[in-house]
């Protein structure tokens, strides 16, 4: 049914936001990710970790994984952090308009993945975005040349999201939206094996 690749944000060193009470995001979106993993082998889709366990990977070597090994689709998963502890929700990002032909592949994955997680984890719509300037991307979006997002599940500066985000429950819930929504996207004829 399709190859991706899902991206565990962070990694090792590279421990990304901290919550108030020391939930590590890193930790965090492995866990997630393994769970889109298994989701996504059940339901006959091939798929590749950016790393399966705590360990520092580059961005250059995350882009790389997904052009060796021509994948449908690239989603990396990261948790939210803002010095506001008042802001909350999901969040999906995707590649800037300037490149119309990985955009519009990138908006279509973007919006179902996040429609779903909304659904599954009855989250905060905090909107499908895209930086204004290329150069400001986020690197994995700016040089995946598949279609590709970055999921932002929630924010761990939100008392109440980092506790929602060390639930066993709540990963499971995120994990399933993702899964969901890849499988719905890779069901898409344009796009469907690389297409």
Known sequence: ?????????????????????????????????????????????ETALTRTEDQ????????????????????????????????????????????PRRYGPSQALGYIVHQHLLVTCNARNRGLKYKEQEGEEFYVLRYTLVPACLVEVEFLSHPEGEVRLGSEWFREKAALGIAEGIRRFLEIPAWKGGG
């Open 56 to 99: 520092q990977v580059s961005l250059a070597e995350r882009v790389s994984l997904s052009s060796d090994l021509e994948a449908d689709a690239f989603v990396s998963i990261h948790c939210n952090s803002v010095s506001d502890p008042t802001v909350h929700g999901a969040e999906t990002w995707v590649p800037n308009t300037a490149n």
């Open 1 to 45: 049914m399709g190859l991706v690749v899902i991206d565990p944000g962070h990694g090792g060193e590279e421990r990304g936001a901290t919550g108030a009470h020391g939930l590590l995001e890193k930790d965090v979106n492995l866990n997630i990710a393994l769970k889109v993993e298994q989701y996504l082998l059940r339901l006959g889709i």
